[in-house]
């Protein structure tokens, strides 16, 4: 352990009440809180912007029981919310962390929505995953950040901001699941409503690259660490980035007291009275713990993440040398997603995450033997946990994702728009691959022509009759909502019937990871021993998963890293109560 006196005397001294490492939901969740409740936070950043993989992500939180729920007349059972977890987690079931945050989720909507300038919209139509599973649910589950313009920020804090990811934009600019989405695509289909909202949208997106420089209507990801921010900051909260942090301080009895980081004006200690928070975004580009926990992949290399470069698991490596545990044993350690990679003019290589277009009726995915290995329609960890289940030891772990002319025209492929945008761009730099029958796509591919043929011929009887014998596509509330619902008889499934054909390769990818430091109910920190660490707290994807490393429902990432976050702040606050008790019950959406 390191104790102040091993620290050099030049370094200046910093003085707080709570220090949080790391920027994104997690991390800024717990300053929030903190900071609310009277105290004094600094929060410090490795990257020169805040946000971590946050920004990057849909901005969706698994929040059960949640007030906007309540709001609309819904009232279920914790019970329920349990019984789900209970069969889905199987043996990483924790009773105690998990009974934590069912208690805390909807208190944490309720503060931030009634008391920061945190406000949620409510995921009315958000399906749980496994809509078999008892106890799953079909709506109401789920927030999401409402959009933020960011007029609504100051320039200074803008500039600490990250940018949408580009993959996931439209020339920059966020689209948010739901409303939004829907009637981009139904502007590709000439649908006049849709249109005038795509050309509302991207004249107003236009006007702000020309007067700001960058996208300024906030959505999604970009939406909710651009409201945690605007909170932090409405609290006098201490951000600094490109101030990474090196090691943890602490004192004689083994209590984390602060810790050493680097900043642009030189080595700071940064004393934290309180604690000290982990937030640091995981170990998704730690290339050796990857080669040692990530499946069939050998090198650490046969893997794209989304996360920043940023995440290359120093908060897990700083507590780990004050005798932490950084546990293991889950199902997953990481939140795999497909990806493709995508090719620019310049040299760079962009990562595209495939959340969506899977879903839709028209387009299936299959191995290079031509055979199908998963419901296609199901979330995006189960594709890549069943592409790792199907690929033999040593073969690369690699899917084609395919559809045919009519799909590309009215769904996105990847990183191929649909009507009006072109695809010669995406078909001359060789991301998207072309054929006029399935024989030429299969040989652009590198798959067997034999198996392609027959997957395709098999899966167009059964789609004609609305089931999939094979998978059960379709079959679920949830595989039904991603689909299409004018596509009858079922919306995610449509046989792949006129050429040309298109596909796009798919690799494994995650959000970020499962894996992490061990921490009780109250967020904080177990050694080796199963004894909590005194001072010091996780959140976000330093955190063991409470899921355990599963992936029950969408927002199952940053569900936890706000709700363990807020937990974390208020220990630190020493909260015996809350204050949204009467929000928590029902609240007005603004």
């Known amino acids: 352990m390191t104790s102040p006196s091993q620290t050099p005397s030049k370094l200046t001294d910093v003085d707080c009440d709570v ?3 790391g920027s994104g939901a997690g991390g800024l969740s717990a300053a929030v809180t903190a900071a609310y409740h009277g105290l004094n936070v600094v929060v410090v950043e490795k990257a020169d912007v805040c946000g971590g993989a946050t920004s990057w992500s849909g901005g969706w939180v698994w929040a059960p029981g949640n007030p906007l729920a309540k709001a609309d007349g819904v009232e279920e ?91 996931t934009s439209f020339l920059g600019m966020g689209i948010m699941a739901g409303p939004d989405l829907t009637k981009f695509l139904s502007a590709s289909q000439g649908d006049i409503r849709g249109i005038i909202h795509a050309g509302w949208r991207v004249g107003l997106h236009l006007l702000d690259l020309l007067t700001h420089r960058r996208n300024m209507q906030l959505v999604n990801g970009t939406a909710l660490t651009g409201r945690l921010l605007k909170s932090a900051d409405d609290l006098a909260v201490d951000i600094r980035v490109s101030t990474p942090a090196r090691h943890l301080l602490t004192d004689d009895a083994g209590k984390v007291t602060g810790a050493v980081v680097n900043s642009p004006e030189g080595d700071l200690q940064i004393n934290a009275s309180r604690g000290v928070v982990l937030a640091a975004g995981g170990f998704p580009n730690d290339i050796s713990r990857r080669r040692d926990l990530f499946p ?23 507590a780990q040398e004050v005798g932490a545990r950084f546990e293991t044993d889950v199902a997953s350690p990481a939140a795999w997603c497909p990806v493709s990679l995508v090719p620019y003019w310049n040299g760079r290589t962009g990562t595209f995450p495939h959340i969506m277009d899977r879903a839709k009726p028209g387009s299936i995915g299959v191995r290079t033997n031509g055979k199908r290995f998963v419901n296609e329609a199901n979330g995006y960890y189960d594709y890549v946990q069943g592409l790792l289940a199907a ?9 084609w994702q395919i559809a045919d002319a009519a799909f590309v025209r009215k769904f996105p492929l990847g990183m191929a728009k649909p009507l009006p945008v072109p695809l010669f761009p995406y078909l001359r730099s060789g991301y998207l691959k072309k054929g006029n ?139 015996t109560h809350y204050e949204d008790d009467d929000s928590a019950a029902v609240l007005q959406v603004p």
């Open 19 to 21: 220090l949080v490492i």
């Open 77 to 167: 059972d914790r019970e329920l919310f349990r019984t789900y977890l209970r069969h889905r987690l199987g043996r990483h079931y924790q009773e105690d962390r998990v009974d934590a945050f069912l208690e805390a989720v909807p208190h944490m909507v309720g503060f931030f929505h009634d008391k920061t300038s945190l406000q949620f919209v409510p995921g009315t139509k958000i399906k749980d995953i496994y809509g078999d599973t008892p106890g799953a649910g079909t709506g109401h589950r789920s927030v999401g950040p409402k959009p933020i313009n960011a007029r609504r920020i100051k320039p200074g804090l803008r500039a600490k901001m990250r940018h949408q990811l580009y993959e």
């Open 296 to 318: 069939k992949s050998p090198t650490g290399w046969e893997h794209w993440t989304l996360a920043p470069k940023q995440t290359t698991g120093d908060g897990i490596t700083m």
């Open 391 to 399: 690929t033999p030891e040593g073969e690369p772990v690699e899917a």
């Open 437 to 575: 029958t399935l024989e030429e796509l299969a040989a652009a591919c590198g798959i067997d022509p034999q198996g392609l043929a027959a997957t395709v011929a098999s899966f167009n009887d059964n789609a004609r009759k609305g089931i999939d014998p094979d998978f059960n596509r379709g079959a679920t509330e949830f595989n039904r909502y991603g689909g299409d619902p004018k596509n009858a008889p079922n919306p995610s499934l449509r046989p792949l019937e006129k050429g040309p054909f298109y596909a796009v390769k798919i690799v494994p990818g995650s959000f970020g990871t499962f894996a992490g430091l061990a921490s009780d109910s109250r967020a904080r920190v177990l050694d080796t021993d199963g004894h909590p660490i005194e001072g010091l707290y996780v959140a976000g994807n330093d955190q063991a998963s409470v899921m355990g490393g599963h992936y029950p429902a969408g927002g199952i990432n940053l569900g936890p890293a706000l709700t363990f976050g807020f937990i974390a702040g208020r220990d630190l606050a020493n909260a």
